[in-house]
Structure formats: structure tokens, C-alpha cells
């Protein structure tokens, strides 16, 4: 029976994109709780001042997760992980349920009486915590490593998301009586619906997934008994358990044996965690010196921390970055601890923009080390995984230049207050991209992809640093001749997208799927990027002088490095790839001229032109293309008219009254970004995934209600409603540009995907022309105008 599995591999694995997706929301639930708790200490502050909420809540929860996770390991083998599962996450959505709860009982008074039923209920979530994250990590122990690494990444998403919809809920009702506790309480509801969600998916989607499957039932008959629930759940009567438990029993190692052999790895996570809890998030509220963020200060760390220790578990995803020696691993963790006199010299000594850089340091190595131990320093991903991480990287290069400078506006708005900047740039930017493209899409046949997009990421690379080299030629003054300067490089960033972007979105559409959506995906990681950026750039340096300006620049000059990354990866990495040259070979055979030089790069001659004359007889025109896909043309011009008409122009000038001063545009920049991200990642889930031509165009069209709605929110309503609709506009716009791009290059030759990616890409700068002019309508009637 074990061999069968073992000399076998499984014959349908198609569900192994679903059960990453799964496994990455079951993260999120088992962390979402307890991140809600951190994320709302700013509540807990101002209701209990006088009892230091994060340290006390702290410590009840984690006595109750080691001692619960201690007695569940002692007996794993005898306990069925499934009820184990599922108690846990009913657990946290009961826990956090109560919360809200008591608050509404006590009508968010204090006292010591609340305090102690808040205590109590902290501590079933570090049951629930013990149940769940044992449980899980247990049970994808059996499976293949990007399942327990993207549930891994899944707890880091729990703490971004969660710092994410806080900073939402938080100004959203900053200015309104009882903000806080108002904006508190709709997160909790939020994140109990979270945890819902992840009983309905452990309990009935997770069991039933191909891959999930073919693991468990491997595990049942090398003598597991913790899988039979599940496997009952998913339709199959385990019978292997007559022929192979007692072989198997007899040569299963026991845990002291396990923890003997793996003692490097459990000390590591011990001291990770050690250090990590030992700043986190106590001294964050309690100790970190000087600042002038007031309540939002504490939220921004917490927020810095989550986001780089997201980051931190993708990393492993490149292989060179994955750390699999046993002796590195120690000496990283232990390196690591000097972070403690740097928290301490900093809190006393320093500002607050070398405590972000700090808290950074602590969640990037948190997240990536975890990972790497957790995982076992898994052996390798395969190319498909590489070139989806490189392409998400290209896809952040291709518009991390233009994000910066719409995320910097607001110093362009300090240094040029009467050019309107985010209009007139965006103005100037998008017709040479369209003219560009509209060039490029002509000749696309007979230009050399690799040149072209090569050419396109150096000009980012030079333009964005152009941008530091005028701000300190004129010393940050403005003037017209200076703006016209500025315009002048914008003008650049236009011919490098088109460039870039017509280019990439031409060549992966000769390949998978999965690649083109990671390289959307990165575009509108792009986007999120620069917000969180420029959100700590500009918190570093609201206090001092000439803040805005430092700012700025050390944005810009970070920007200048990602897109150098970008033209070292695609130059050296990319065309090297395993799968990449698959595709390109393929795309040769069948014809295309574009991919040679990328061939050549990677080392492969091509011989294929020999039959080049009877694949070019039977490809379809650029017209024919475009005929037979005007619904997928018409609706990215749409998607993006709409798109471009509100965004960026009418978020920094048109927004009505709010109460956040200049933080209000880049939090709304910010919302929008994150989730025009979260939208590009959405049809990664199958049943979110729009693939009927008329729904798309109905979901199009249904986007044009937002113009209403955002007219009379900016006249009558607050900043709350206006957050909610920048959500909606940045999440259909990523949602539906993704499922479009992904289905339209179905069914064709690879030259024919070529021309029609970048047919596409044609009408979507054409719609953001449009948009963008569309967009000025919005200072009608308004003073100083034009």
C-alpha cells in the first residue's frame, strides 16, 4: 500500500492552486484574532489605561497557547485532526464574537470587572491558537511544501490585512463621537466573519481538494490515524489501515527521537519567537520614544512589522534566498538579538524613523526565518514557481516609477501648488504611452521582445533617477521652467510603459496563465509598494525640516533600485528559466520572430525559421484578432476610462472635508492600492475567477454607478464612505483586468498572443487618455480651475 504512493505520483493535482489559496486564508484565520487584539490596542488603551493592555493581554494568551500546544503534541497521534481543526477556528469565531459582545454589554466602559472577562477571552484564544496552528502545520506536514508555506505566509497576511483595515476603520471614523470604539467594532465584525469563512472551508472545501486527497491517503497508509475524519469528509473509506498500521507504527520514530534529530530547528523558532514577543507588541505601544503621530503612531508600527513579515515569507519563494543550511539558520537567529540594544539606543536616543526601519528589520527576519525552519528549507521550487516570483517583480518594476510619482504628489503639490500635478502628469504621461504603444503594436512582429523591454526598464531606471538629479539641481524650488523639466521626464516614464508593458504582457501571453497573472499582480503590488513606502517616508520625516522633500527623495531613490532589479533580473534570470524557454521555443515553432534574441540569451539557437513561411501563412491579422476579441478591447478602455477619471486626480482635489490634513490623500492612494491588489490576486480562487464574456461586460458596465456615488459622497458624505468607495473602485479594477488578460490569449498560436497582448495593452492606455481627461471635468465650477 505504501509503495503504491510512494512510486506513484498522483494522477490529478489540478486542485494544488486551490489548496494554496485555501491554505493561505486557513493562515489568516488562525492568526486574525489575535492580530484584531493588537490591531485594536489603541482602543484597549483608552478604555483600560491604567492596566498596559498589550503586554497583560499578551501574556494571559500565550500561556494558554503553550500549555494547550504542549498536551495536543504529547498525544498528536491519538487525536483526530479534523474535530482538532475545527473546534480551533469555531473557537476564535465564537472568541472574537465575544469581544464585540463585551463591548456592547459594558458600552465600552472600563474597570476591573470587563477587564477580567477580557482576560478570559484572550485566553480561549491561545487554545484556540494551539488547537488550530498545531493542528494545520501538522496536518500539511504530510503534503507538499507550498502548502505549508502559504499557510505560513497566510499568518503574515492576517497581521498585514489586519493593520491594513484598521488604519481604515480607524480614519474612517476618526472625527466622528466615539470614533475609536465605532471603528474598533466594525473591525472585530469583519474578522469574525474571517474566522466563519474558514470554518466553511476547512469543513467543506479544503477535505475535498484532489491534492489534499492524494496526501492524506498516502499518510493513512504509511499508519496515520489523524487523517481518517478528513478522509471520511472527502468521500473515502480508508482501508489500508489492516495491511500497513502495524509496520508502520513499529518504524515510526517517537518524539523524543523527532526532537533529538530536529533540536537546531525547535531552539531557533524558540529564540525567533523569543525576541520577536519580547518587542512586539508591548514595547511598540508602550516604549518607543518621541513621535509626532499621536494614536496613529503605534498603528504604523504594527502595520510596518506585518508588512514586512509578509514579505519576509514569500521570500523563500526565491531559491537563492532560501536559507537551507542548518548552521546559517543558527547563526541568522542569533544575529538577530542584537536588534535589542539597537530598540533600546533608538527609543532613547532616536526618531521615529529609524524605529520603522527597526520594526521592519524585525518583521522581514521574522517572516523569512520562520518560513525557512517551518518549511524545512524546502528543496527548491520549479521553475514555474521562480519565473511566477520574477514575473511579479517585473510587473512591480513596470510601474513602480509612475506609482512613485503619485504617491510623492503631495510634495509635487508643496513644490508646484498652482499646476495641479496629478492631473497635468498624468495628462502627459498616458497620450506618449498611447502613441507608443499604438507604434509598437503595429511592428510588434518584426521588433525583438527582449530589446524593447530591456530598453524600457532602463529608461524607468534612468528617468526616476532624473527625478532626484532636478530635485537636488534646484534645490527643491519650484518655477515654471522647472515644471516643465519635470514634465519632460513624466513624458519618459510614458515611452518606458508602453515600452515595458506592451512588451511583457505580449511575451507571457505565450505562456501560462499563472505567469501573466503574477506579472498583473505585480503591477498592482507596485502600487502597494510605494504607498507603504511613502507612508513611512513620510512619517520618518514629518517633524524635521524640508520634511516632505527627504521624503520624497529617499523614495525615489529606492524606486531607482527596484527598477536596476528589474533590469538585471529580466537580462540575466528571466530568459534562463526552465519554463520560460519552454514556451519561447514553443513560441518559435510556431512561428515568431520576437523571441529569438531571448533564445539566443538563454543560450538556445533557433531553427525553426526554416518553416516560418507556413506558420505565418496560417496566423490571423491584427484586425482579425481584434475582431474576435472586441468585447475583451472595449472593456479594458472602460475599465480604465473610468479608473483614470477618478484616480489620481480626483483623490487629491475633490474629496470634500475630512479631517487627516495631507495624510488623507495618501491613505486613500493607499486603500486604493491594496486593494487594486488584493483584486489582482482574486481570480487565483477558481469560483472568483469571471470567465463569461457577458458577465464581464456587465460587471464593467456596473462600475459606472461608482461616478454617482463618488460625486455625492464628495459633497455630502465623510471620509468613511469615501474609503469604502476607493476600495471598491481599486478592487473591481484589479479583478477585472486580471480575468481578462488571463482568458483572452486562450486558444491561440504564440505569435497571435504576442499581437493580441499587445493589442490590449493599446486600449488600456487609451482608456486611462480618456479617463484622464475625462478627469478634469470633476473642477468644474471650482476656483482656479485651469
Given at each position: ?116 472577562v477580557l482576560c478570559a477571552i484572550v485566553g480561549s484564544f491561545g487554545f484556540a491558537d494551539a488547537s488550530v496552528r498545531g493542528g494545520m502545520i501538522g496536518d500539511l506536514s504530510l503534503m507538499c511544501p507550498e502548502l505549508i508555506q502559504s499557510f505560513v505566509a497566510g499568518l503574515a497576511v492576517a497581521g498585514a490585512l489586519t493593520s491594513a483595515f484598521r488604519l481604515i476603520t480607524k480614519a474612517a471614523f476618526e472625527k466622528t463621537h466615539d470614533g475609536l470604539r465605532k471603528g474598533a467594532m466594525i473591525f472585530l465584525a469583519i474578522s469574525t466573519l474571517i474566522e466563519f469563512l474558514c470554518v466553511l472551508l476547512y469543513a467543506y472545501v479544503f477535505p475535498k481538494l484532489p491534492i489534499v486527497k492524494y ?572
Amino acid at each position: 500500500m505504501v509503495a503504491r504512493f510512494e512510486n506513484q505520483a498522483p494522477e490529478n493535482l489540478h486542485g494544488k492552486y486551490q489548496a494554496m489559496v485555501v491554505c493561505c486564508i486557513l493562515g489568516i484565520g488562525s492568526l486574525v484574532s489575535w492580530n484584531s487584539l493588537l490591531s485594536v490596542g489603541d482602543y484597549y488603551y483608552q478604555v483600560f489605561p491604567d492596566y498596559h493592555p498589550s503586554r497583560v493581554l499578551t501574556f494571559v494568551y500565550q500561556p494558554f497557547s503553550i500549555g494547550t500546544i504542549v498536551i495536543f503534541a504529547y498525544h498528536e497521534s491519538k487525536i483526530n485532526t479534523r474535530k482538532r481543526n475545527l473546534i480551533g477556528y469555531i473557537l476564535f469565531t465564537t472568541s472574537i464574537f465575544l469581544l464585540i459582545i463585551l463591548d456592547l454589554a459594558t458600552k465600552g466602559h472600563g474597570g476591573i470587572g470587563p477587564y477580567i472577562v477580557l482576560c478570559a477571552i484572550v485566553g480561549s484564544f491561545g487554545f484556540a491558537d494551539a488547537s488550530v496552528r498545531g493542528g494545520m502545520i501538522g496536518d500539511l506536514s504530510l503534503m507538499c511544501p507550498e502548502l505549508i508555506q502559504s499557510f505560513v505566509a497566510g499568518l503574515a497576511v492576517a497581521g498585514a490585512l489586519t493593520s491594513a483595515f484598521r488604519l481604515i476603520t480607524k480614519a474612517a471614523f476618526e472625527k466622528t463621537h466615539d470614533g475609536l470604539r465605532k471603528g474598533a467594532m466594525i473591525f472585530l465584525a469583519i474578522s469574525t466573519l474571517i474566522e466563519f469563512l474558514c470554518v466553511l472551508l476547512y469543513a467543506y472545501v479544503f477535505p475535498k481538494l484532489p491534492i489534499v486527497k492524494y496526501y492524506r491517503s498516502k499518510a493513512a497508509s504509511e499508519g496515520s490515524k489523524t487523517v481518517y475524519a478528513d478522509l471520511a469528509a472527502a468521500g473515502i473509506q480508508n482501508q489500508s489501515d489492516l495491511t500497513a498500521d502495524d509496520v508502520s507504527k513499529d518504524k515510526r520514530l517517537n518524539n523524543k527521537e523527532l526532537l533529538l534529530e530536529n533540536v537546531d530547528y525547535v531552539v531557533n523558532l524558540f529564540l525567533i519567537y523569543v525576541l520577536t514577543l519580547s518587542i512586539l507588541p508591548g514595547f511598540l505601544y508602550e516604549n518607543t520614544g518621541q513621535h509626532g503621530l499621536g494614536s496613529w503612531y503605534a498603528l504604523v508600527l504594527i502595520a510596518m512589522y506585518n508588512w514586512w513579515d509578509l514579505v519576509g515569507r514569500y521570500i523563500p519563494m526565491v531559491k537563492w534566498l532560501n536559507v537551507e543550511n542548518r548552521k546559517g539558520l543558527t547563526v541568522a537567529v542569533l544575529t538577530r538579538f542584537l536588534l535589542v540594544p539597537a530598540f533600546y539606543f533608538t527609543a532613547k536616543y532616536g526618531d521615529q524613523g529609524w524605529m520603522i526601519l527597526l520594526v521592519s528589520i524585525l518583521g522581514l527576519t521574522n517572516g523569512h526565518l520562520t518560513v525557512c525552519i517551518l518549511a524545512k528549507a524546502p528543496r527548491g521550487y520549479t521553475g514555474k514557481y521562480q519565473a511566477m516570483v520574477v514575473c511579479c517583480i517585473l510587473g512591480i518594476g513596470s510601474l513602480v516609477s509612475w506609482n512613485s510619482m503619485l504617491t510623492i504628489a503631495d510634495y509635487y503639490y508643496q513644490v508646484f501648488p498652482d499646476y495641479h500635478p496629478s492631473r497635468v502628469l498624468t495628462l502627459i504621461y498616458q497620450p506618449i504611452a498611447l502613441g507608443t504603444i499604438m507604434f509598437l503594436a503595429y511592428r510588434e512582429s518584426k521588433i525583438s521582445t527582449r530589446k524593447r523591454i530591456l530598453t524600457g526598464y532602463i529608461i524607468f531606471t534612468i528617468s526616476t533617477f532624473l527625478l532626484i538629479a532636478l530635485d537636488l539641481t534646484t534645490k527643491g524650488h519650484g518655477g515654471i521652467g522647472h515644471y516643465i523639466v519635470l514634465c519632460t521626464i513624466v513624458a519618459s516614464f510614458g515611452l518606458a510603459d508602453a515600452t515595458v508593458k506592451g512588451g511583457l504582457v505580449g511575451d507571457l501571453s505565450l505562456m501560462c496563465p499563472e505567469l501573466i497573472q503574477s506579472y498583473m499582480a505585480g503591477s498592482g503590488m507596485a502600487g502597494a509598494l510605494t504607498s507603504v513606502l511613502r507612508l513611512i517616508t513620510k512619517a520618518a520625516f514629518e517633524k524635521s525640516n524640508n520634511s516632505l522633500r527627504k521624503g520624497a527623495m529617499i523614495f525615489l531613490a529606492i524606486s531607482t533600485f527596484i527598477e536596476l532589479l528589474c533590469v538585471i533580473l529580466y537580462a540575466y534570470v528571466f530568459p534562463k528559466l526552465p519554463i520560460v524557454k519552454y514556451y519561447r521555443r514553443k513560441a518559435a515553432s510556431e512561428g515568431s520572430k520576437t523571441v529569438v534574441a531571448d533564445l539566443a540569451a538563454a543560450g538556445i539557437q533557433n531553427l525553426s525559421d526554416l518553416s516560418d513561411d507556413d506558420s505565418k501563412n496560417q496566423m490571423l491579422s491584427k484586425k482579425e484578432l481584434l475582431l474576435q476579441n472586441i468585447d475583451h478591447a472595449v472593456n479594458l478602455f472602460l475599465i480604465y476610462v473610468l479608473t483614470l477619471s477618478i484616480f489620481p486626480g480626483f483623490l487629491y482635489e475633490n474629496t470634500g472635508q475630512h479631517g487627516l490634513g495631507d495624510w488623507y490623500a495618501l491613505i486613500l492612494v493607499a486603500t486604493y492600492n491594496f486593494w487594486d491588489l488584493v483584486g489582482r490576486y482574486a481570480p487565483l480562487v477558481k469560483w472568483l475567477k469571471v470567465e463569461n464574456r457577458k458577465a464581464l461586460t456587465n460587471a464593467v458596465l456596473t462600475r459606472y454607478f461608482l461616478v454617482p456615488a463618488f460625486y455625492f459622497t464628495a459633497k455630502y458624505g465623510d471620509q468613511g464612505w469615501m474609503i469604502m468607495l476607493v476600495s471598491i473602485l481599486g478592487l473591481t479594477n484589479g479583478h477585472l483586468t486580471v480575468c481578462i488578460m488571463t482568458i483572452a490569449p486562450k486558444g491561440y498560436k504564440g505569435p497571435e498572443k504576442n499581437a493580441l497582448g499587445n493589442l490590449l495593452v493599446v486600449f488600456i492606455l487609451g482608456g486611462a487618455v480618456v479617463g484622464i481627461s475625462l478627469g478634469w471635468l470633476w473642477l468644474i465650477g471650482k476656483k482656479n480651475a485651469f
